[in-house]
Nanobody, 125 residues
Framework: QLQLVESGGGLVQPGGSLRLSCAAS????????IGWFRQAPGKEREGVSC????????SYTSLVKERFYISRDNAKDTVYLQMHNLEPEDTAVYYC??????????????????WGQGTQVTVSS
């Protein structure tokens, strides 16, 4: 069983930056493609970014492209989401998730097998 724990969320002003971490235990993270999702109040969970198991391929939703960057360190069983130029619309609970598929697909929640508990990101002045 794979356990995922997110950290790094918080309150940040518009235009600011945060780095989220997703730490894995129980199984080797390198077996999995990892996705980041977010869910704002009253909205459906949406895919933000994905990185393949090797780290060689990444994808982003158009809403965050060129502002967010995903990376992974398989030796540390950790995946990161670096977020720049944050906007109030980025406010949400952010979740990382792992898929037994080694490649990134369309970043849809039903493609992922394990989930973390989420970390709150609030962008406000």
């Amino acid at each position: 069983q794979l356990q995922l724990v997110e950290s790094g969320g918080g309150l940040v002003q518009p235009g600011g930056s945060l780095r989220l971490s997703c730490a894995a235990s129980g199984l080797t993270l390198g077996y999995f493609a990892i996705g980041w999702f977010r869910q704002a109040p009253g909205k459906e969970r949406e895919g933000v970014s994905c990185i393949s198991s090797s780290g060689g391929s990444t994808s982003y939703t158009s809403l965050v492209k060129e502002r967010f960057y995903i990376s992974r360190d398989n030796a540390k069983d950790t995946v990161y989401l670096q977020m720049h130029n944050l906007e109030p619309e980025d406010t949400a609970v952010y979740y990382c998730a792992a898929s037994w598929s080694t490649a990134c697909g369309a970043i849809l929640p039903n493609e992922y097998d394990y989930w973390g508990q989420g970390t709150q990101v609030t962008v406000s002045s």
